[in-house]
C-alpha cells in the first residue's frame, strides 16, 4: 500500500492545526494588505485576459435548470449576482454530457436535476444568455462538463429504472456500497470523449470564455484517470491517462487553439493517508489502495498540458475522505496551499508552458476566504489565483469589498455546507445559511423596498434570526426594538464559537453585531441588551408587530440520580469552562453537532479523556457529511469512544449507566468512507438493526448534556393569548429548532414581508 510523505504529514495536521500558534491569525476578516494588488491584477489565460486574480468556485447548480436542461432564471441572476460583485472568472457547476451513457446521470422520465447542453438547441438560449450577462460586469465565466458521475453518482438507477451505476471498473459505489458499478465499454467511453469536444464547441459558440473539465474528487473523469479506480487490464483505457488526454485532444480539436481548457484535478486521493490499514480490512476501500501517488499526477499534469490544458486548480482527496475536497468549517484555513506550491515549483523547475507559450497558472483553493490570507498566497507565489466558493455564496460582493478596502463588512462563511452541499443533497438548490437570497436573487431584490407603512416593531431574541430580522426591518424604515435577555448579542452563536474549530462561526458572530451597530446608528435600531422583556412590557409599549426569536431552551433528562450527579449543559460549559476543573473523564450525552464539537473540544482543547453516547443509529446524523467525517476520523485517531446505540437510563457518583445496543448488526460509528443516506432512499441491501441491550456504567468526573434544544416559543404563545400586537410572529429556532440556515432564511423572508 504505497503512501507519500507529504501527503502524510498534511493529513495528519488537518486534525490538531488550531493548537499551533499563529494558525488563526490570517483567519479573519481584516484589512492589513490593503490595496490587494495581488489580488487585483490582471492575468492571462492563452488569449483571455481575466481581470483579476479571483475565481469562482464550481459548485453544482442543482435544480437551476427547467426540465429540458435550460438554465433558468434562478441560475442566470445567481451567477449575475457574482458577476456583479467582481469576481473576475466564474466556473459554472458540473454540467454531464453523458445522459444515455452514465446510468446513473439521468432520472426517471428522462429528467435531470443538473442543468445540460447537450440535450438539444433548445437549451442553447439559456447559456448564450448567462453568457452576455456576466460579461456585462466584466466577468468571464468558464462551462465545467464532465464526462459523468460513476460511482459518485446516483445509485437509484439500479432501484427505479434496473440499470447498474457506471465506473472505470467494477466498483462499489460510494452511496450504498452493496451495489456494484459496472465498467463502462470503450464504445460507450469514445461517445462520452465525443460529447465532450461537443459541449465545448457548442460553449464556445454561446459566448463562454472557456471550458472547464471535471477531472478530481472520485467523478468518472477520476475514476478514469487515477489507478485507484482504473484497474482495466485490455484495451486503450487500461492507460489510465489515456482517457483524459483523448477528452482534451478531443475538445481542442473541436474548440481551435486559443479558447482557454481548464481542469480540476487533485494532487492525492489521499486514501492510504487518511485511513491506513483500514483500507486493507474494508470490503469497500481494499480496491483502491493503489492510486495515483505526487509524481504520478504530476507527470499527468504535464502531459494535459501538451494535450492542450492552459490552467488547473488542484486539492486533494474524494468522496471518500470527503472533508478534505468540501473542506468544512473545523478544517484550517489555507489548507490546501501547499499542494498548489508543490504544483507550481514543479511546473517551474521542468519549465512548463502552455501551448500558447505562456505559465500554466496554478488556482489556490480551500477556504481561502480572507482577503489578507489570500492576498499573502499570491504575494508568496504559493499559487497564481484564489478559488474562492462559499465566500462568494456568502457575500457576493466579496470581490468588491475587499478591492475597496472594506474587508470589515463582508459576510463570512461559517463552513457548515448546509445550504451549499446539504441542501441539493436533501432536493433542494443551492442556498446559504448566511445570505438568504442565495438561490433566491431572482426573487429578493438587492436592495429592499421601503415599508408601505413604518410601525413600531419588536423583536424579542438577539441571535441570527432576530438580528437579521431586526436589521432588515429598520433598513426598511419601521421603528425596532432589539430585546435580548443576555449581555452580548448572538444567542447560541456565542456558545457555539468558543472552540477554536469554530473560528468561521466566531467571525460570523462578530459580523452581525457590527451590523447591528451600524444599524442602530444609520437606521435608528433600539438594542436592549440584558433585558428579559414580559408580555406586559410588550403591550404597554404600544408595538404594532412582534417578532419571537427566542431560540432554543436545553432538553432535559429526567433520569434516576440527575440531581446527584455532576452535570452541566454543554452550552453552559462552553461559556463558563471553569465548570469544568478537576474533571478528567468526561461522558458526553448527545452525539449531534453540538456533542461532537463539545466533545472534539474537550479532548484537544482541555485534555480530557471523553465518551460521547447517542442514542441513534449513527454520530451526527443529518449534518453535511464532510463536517461530520471530519470531526468523527480525528476524534476517532484522538481515542474518544463514540457509542451510539446506547440509551442513558440514569446517573450515579461514578459515572452515566447506559443501555448499549451491542448487536453485530449495529453500524461502526467511525464508518466515514460511505454517507448517512437521506431517510428518503430507501436502501433495501442494508442490515436489519437488531437490539442485544446490555447495561453499563461508563465512569464520569462530570457529563456534558447534548441532548438538543427544544423551542423557546413559551413568551410567543403568552403574547399571542394577551394580544400583545395586532400582528405577533415566531421565527428561527423558537419556532422549529434547526440550523442557522433554517433561522436566516425565515427572517430575511419575514423581514421583507412586515
Not at 476578516?29 to 492575468?43: A, D, K, R, V
Not at 449513527?618 to 453535511?624: A, D, E, F, K
Not at 393569548?721 to 405577533?728: C, D, L
Request: proline residues 6%; contains cysteine; charged residues 20%.
Amino acid at each position: 500500500m504505497k503512501t507519500d510523505a507529504r501527503v502524510q504529514q498534511w493529513v495528519d495536521s488537518y486534525g490538531d492545526w488550531f493548537l499551533k500558534e499563529g494558525a488563526l491569525d490570517r483567519a479573519a476578516m481584516t484589512g492589513e494588505l490593503y490595496p490587494y494588488n495581488s489580488m487585483f491584477s490582471p492575468i492571462r489565460i492563452n488569449r483571455l485576459t481575466v481581470k483579476n486574480r479571483l475565481v469562482m468556485a464550481p459548485m453544482g447548480n442543482i435544480c437551476m435548470a427547467d426540465e429540458t436542461g435550460r438554465p433558468n432564471e434562478k441560475m442566470l441572476q445567481y451567477f449575475y449576482e457574482r458577476a456583479r460583485g467582481g469576481v473576475g472568472l466564474i466556473t459554472t457547476g458540473l454540467i454531464p454530457v453523458s445522459h444515455g451513457l452514465d446510468n446513473s446521470i439521468t432520472e426517471l422520465g428522462e429528467l435531470s436535476y443538473f442543468p445540460r447542453i447537450d440535450r438539444s438547441r433548445s437549451v442553447y438560449a439559456g447559456w448564450r444568455d448567462l453568457a452576455q450577462g456576466v460579461h456585462a460586469f466584466g466577468a468571464r465565466i468558464f462551462i465545467q462538463v464532465t464526462p459523468g458521475l460513476g460511482r459518485v453518482g446516483n445509485p437509484q438507477c439500479l432501484l427505479t429504472m434496473m440499470k447498474l451505476p457506471n465506473s472505470a471498473s467494477w466498483n462499489p459505489s460510494f452511496y450504498i456500497p452493496q451495489i456494484p458499478c459496472a465498467p463502462l465499454s470503450g464504445t460507450r467511453l469514445r461517445k462520452i470523449i465525443k460529447n465532450m469536444g461537443q459541449a465545448s464547441a457548442d460553449a464556445k459558440t454561446a459566448g463562454l470564455d472557456g471550458t472547464y473539465l471535471h477531472g478530481h474528487e472520485g467523478y468518472l473523469l477520476e475514476q478514469m484517470t487515477n489507478t485507484a479506480f482504473n484497474r482495466r487490464k485490455l484495451g486503450r483505457y487500461a492507460d489510465w491517462q489515456a482517457f483524459g488526454l483523448d477528452c482534451v485532444r478531443e475538445i481542442r480539436s473541436r474548440v481551435g487553439p486559443y479558447f482557454p481548457v481548464m481542469y480540476r484535478i487533485d494532487l492525492s486521493l489521499a486514501l492510504n493517508e487518511t485511513y491506513g490499514e483500514t483500507m486493507l480490512a474494508t470490503a469497500s476501500l481494499k480496491k483502491f489502495t493503489r492510486g495515483r501517488v505526487i509524481d504520478e499526477t504530476l507527470d499527468y499534469m504535464k502531459n494535459l498540458v501538451t494535450a492542450g490544458v492552459d490552467i488547473f486548480d488542484v486539492d486533494l482527496g474524494c468522496y471518500d475522505n470527503w472533508w478534505l475536497p468540501h473542506p468544512p468549517s473545523s478544517m484550517p484555513p489555507a489548507c490546501f496551499l501547499e499542494v498548489s506550491r508543490t504544483v507550481k515549483e514543479y511546473f517551474d523547475a521542468n519549465n512548463i508552458r502552455s501551448n500558447a507559450g505562456l505559465p500554466v497558472p496554478i488556482v489556490g483553493v480551500g477556504k481561502l476566504g480572507y482577503p489578507d490570507l489570500a492576498e499573502q498566497a499570491l504575494r508568496d507565489g504559493r499559487c497564481d489565483m484564489v478559488m474562492l466558493g462559499r465566500p462568494l455564496l456568502a457575500d457576493p460582493e466579496w470581490p468588491a469589498k475587499a478591492y475597496a478596502g472594506r474587508t470589515a463588512e463582508i459576510t463570512p462563511c461559517i463552513g457548515c455546507q448546509e445550504g451549499c452541499i446539504n441542501e441539493f443533497v436533501e432536493g433542494g438548490h443551492p442556498q446559504c445559511a448566511v445570505n438568504p437570497r442565495t438561490g433566491f436573487e431572482h426573487v429578493f431584490p438587492a436592495i429592499p423596498s421601503p415599508a408601505k407603512k413604518p410601525g413600531k416593531v419588536a423583536v424579542v431574541g438577539g441571535g441570527p434570526a432576530g438580528i437579521t430580522v431586526a436589521i432588515l426591518a429598520a433598513e426598511r424604515g419601521h421603528q425596532v426594538e432589539l430585546f435580548d435577555r443576555d449581555a452580548e448579542l448572538g444567542g447560541r452563536l456565542r456558545a457555539g464559537s468558543v472552540a477554536r474549530i469554530k473560528y468561521e462561526v466566531a467571525n460570523y458572530r462578530k459580523y452581525l453585531i457590527a451590523r447591528a451597530e451600524r444599524a442602530s446608528a444609520k437606521d435608528g435600531l433600539k438594542l436592549h441588551l440584558n433585558t428579559a422583556v414580559t408580555v406586559e412590557e410588550l403591550k404597554a409599549r404600544g408595538f404594532d408587530k412582534i417578532v419571537f426569536a427566542l431560540g432554543t431552551a436545553d432538553a432535559k433528562l429526567p433520569l434516576p440520580g440527575l440531581a446527584e450527579a455532576r452535570t452541566v449543559q454543554a452550552p453552559a460549559l462552553f461559556l463558563k469552562p471553569e465548570l469544568l476543573a478537576g474533571a478528567k473523564r468526561v461522558v458526553v450525552v448527545g452525539g449531534g453537532v453540538v456533542g461532537c464539537e463539545a466533545a472534539y473540544w474537550l479532548c484537544f482543547e482541555k485534555g480530557c479523556e471523553v465518551t460521547v453516547v447517542e442514542m441513534d443509529k449513527y454520530i451526527m446524523n443529518h449534518t453535511c457529511t464532510a463536517n461530520r467525517g471530519h470531526l468523527i476520523h480525528y476524534l476517532q485517531k484522538a481515542g474518544v469512544r463514540l457509542l451510539n446505540c446506547t440509551r442513558v437510563t440514569g446517573f450515579t457518583a461514578e459515572g452515566v449507566q447506559v443501555a448499549r445496543n451491542v448487536s453485530k448488526t449495529v453500524p461502526d460509528p467511525y464508518i466515514t468512507w460511505h454517507p448517512i443516506l437521506p431517510e428518503n432512499v430507501h436502501n433495501p441491501l442494508a442490515p436489519k438493526l437488531k437490539v442485544e441491550e446490555r447495561t453499563e456504567l461508563l465512569p464520569a468526573d462530570l457529563t456534558v448534556i447534548a441532548a438538543g434544544g427544544v423551542p423557546d416559543d413559551a413568551l410567543y404563545f403568552a403574547a399571542m393569548r394577551e394580544q400583545a400586537a395586532p400582528e405577533i410572529y415566531n421565527i428561527g429556532d423558537s419556532f422549529s429548532a434547526g440550523k442557522v440556515l433554517e433561522a436566516t432564511r425565515a427572517a430575511y423572508r419575514l423581514g421583507l414581508s412586515l
